[in-house]
C-alpha cells in the first residue's frame, strides 16, 4: 500500500532538510493549508449561488451573500492573519498592505492573490489561490512597511497555489523542489499525489488570448506564427490551450510542458498579470521545476519591484520553449 503523506506532514519534513529551521515557516504553510480548505468549502458550492442566494443579494439563512473572490480574501485574511505569524500581508483585492489581526511576532510578509480568475467560477471552469512568501527586511515587526513587499521574486522563501479543479490540489516550494497534494474531502486532508513535479524541457501546447491578435506586438504575431508551422523535427505545430484562468493554464504546462504568454500588448504595455503575487510565486515554482520564467528580456524574479500592483509581461514555462519566445524579442 502506498504510505499516505498529508500537506501537514511534509511541511516538518522539507523542515528537517534545514536544521537552522525555527518551525516558522512550517506553521505559515499550515496556515495557508487552512485557508484554502475554507476557501475550497465555498467554492465548490459556487454552482448553489441561485439558490442559496447571488452575490450582493440576501441568502435563505438572511445572511449577505460575498462576491466569492471577496469572500476568500477575507478568509485568508482572517484565518492567517489571527495566527501573529504573519507581520504584513498584501492581496490582489485590497489596494495597501494589510495589517493582519494579530501581527506582534511575525516575521514574514505574505502575498496572494485570493481567488484568480473568478470570472470563470459562473460557468464551472477551475480557479486558483497563489500566494508568496517572504522574510522580513527587519528584525523589528512593528516596523513593517511596503518596502518588505516589494522584494525581488529571488527572496521568496516560499510560493505556491491551490487550483479548485475537477480535483482541489495544493502546489508549493520552499526551494527544495516542487511538490503537489491533492484534497481528500472524505478526510479533510490535502494528501501527497505528485512528489518533485518537473516541467518537460520542451512541450507542446501554447497559450495565449490569441483573441487579442490585433493588439499583439509583431515579435508575439512572429512567435505565434513559428508555433504554427510545420516541423516534425521541432514538434511543430504545438497546439492551442488557452482556459483564461492562469493557475489552470500553469498547472496544466507544469505537468504536460509547454509555454504561457500574457505578453506586452497595445492595450496592456506591461502585460495583465500582476508581478508579486501572480508571476513571481509561479516563476519559483516555475524554475524549481526546471524551467523558465522572464518577462521576454528578463528574469522575472530578478525583477526589481516599485509597486505592490505592478504587471508584468509573463512568458512562463518549459525552458526551450521560453529561451525560443525570447529570441523573437528585439
Ligand atoms: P483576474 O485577476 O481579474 O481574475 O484576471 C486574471 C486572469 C488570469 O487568470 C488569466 O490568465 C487572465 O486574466 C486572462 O486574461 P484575458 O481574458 O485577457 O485573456
Ligand atoms: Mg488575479
Redesign the pocket.
Given at each position: 500500500m502506498n504510505k499516505l503523506i498529508t500537506i501537514e506532514r511534509h511541511f516538518l519534513e522539507q523542515q528537517k532538510s534545514h536544521p537552522e529551521a525555527t518551525g516558522e515557516l512550517t506553521d505559515l504553510l499550515n496556515d495557508v493549508a487552512f485557508a484554502a480548505k475554507l476557501v475550497r468549502r465555498e467554492v465548490v458550492r459556487a454552482g448553489l449561488a441561485d439558490i442559496l442566494g447571488m452575490a450582493g443579494t440576501t441568502n435563505v439563512q438572511g445572511e449577505e451573500v460575498k462576491k466569492l473572490?471577496l469572500f476568500a480574501n477575507e478568509k485568508i485574511i482572517n484565518a492567517i492573519g489571527q495566527h501573529g505569524r504573519f507581520a504584513l500581508m498584501g492581496s490582489?483585492e485590497n489596494e495597501g498592505t494589510i495589517i493582519p489581526p494579530k501581527n506582534q511576532t511575525g516575521r514574514y510578509v505574505l502575498l496572494f492573490?485570493p481567488?484568480?480568475?473568478?470570472?470563470n467560477i459562473d460557468v464551472n471552469v477551475s480557479v486558483g489561490t497563489i500566494f508568496s512568501i517572504y522574510r522580513l527586511t527587519g528584525d523589528d515587526p512593528s516596523q513593517a512597511d511596503v518596502n518588505d513587499c516589494l522584494q525581488k521574486g529571488s527572496e521568496q522563501v516560499a510560493a505556491g497555489y491551490v487550483i479548485y479543479g475537477s480535483s482541489v490540489m495544493m502546489v508549493y516550494t520552499t526551494g527544495n523542489g516542487v511538490h503537489g497534494f491533492t484534497y481528500d474531502p472524505t478526510i479533510g486532508e490535502f494528501l501527497l499525489s505528485h512528489e518533485n513535479i518537473t516541467i518537460p524541457e520542451q512541450g507542446k501546447y501554447y497559450s495565449i488570448?490569441e483573441?487579442?491578435w490585433q493588439q499583439l506586438h509583431s515579435s508575439t504575431i512572429d512567435y505565434i506564427n513559428y508555433l504554427k508551422e510545420e516541423d516534425k523535427a521541432t514538434g511543430r505545430p504545438y497546439s492551442t490551450r488557452?482556459i483564461?484562468?492562469?493557475?489552470a493554464?500553469f498547472h496544466r504546462n507544469l505537468l504536460t510542458g509547454g509555454i504561457f504568454i500574457?505578453p506586452a500588448t497595445r492595450k496592456h504595455p506591461d502585460g495583465?498579470?500582476?508581478l508579486m503575487y501572480?508571476a513571481n510565486p509561479l516563476a519559483f515554482i516555475c524554475e524549481q521545476a526546471g524551467g523558465r520564467a522572464t518577462n521576454g528580456k528578463t528574469r522575472i524574479m530578478d525583477i526589481d519591484p516599485t509597486e505592490l500592483h505592478q504587471r508584468t509581461p509573463l512568458y512562463i514555462g518549459s525552458t526551450q520553449d521560453v529561451l525560443k519566445a525570447e529570441s523573437f524579442e528585439h
Open positions: 473572490d490582489e492573490d481567488l484568480d480568475g473568478s470570472s488570448n483573441g487579442s488557452y483564461g484562468s492562469l493557475v493554464d500574457y495583465k498579470l500582476r501572480e
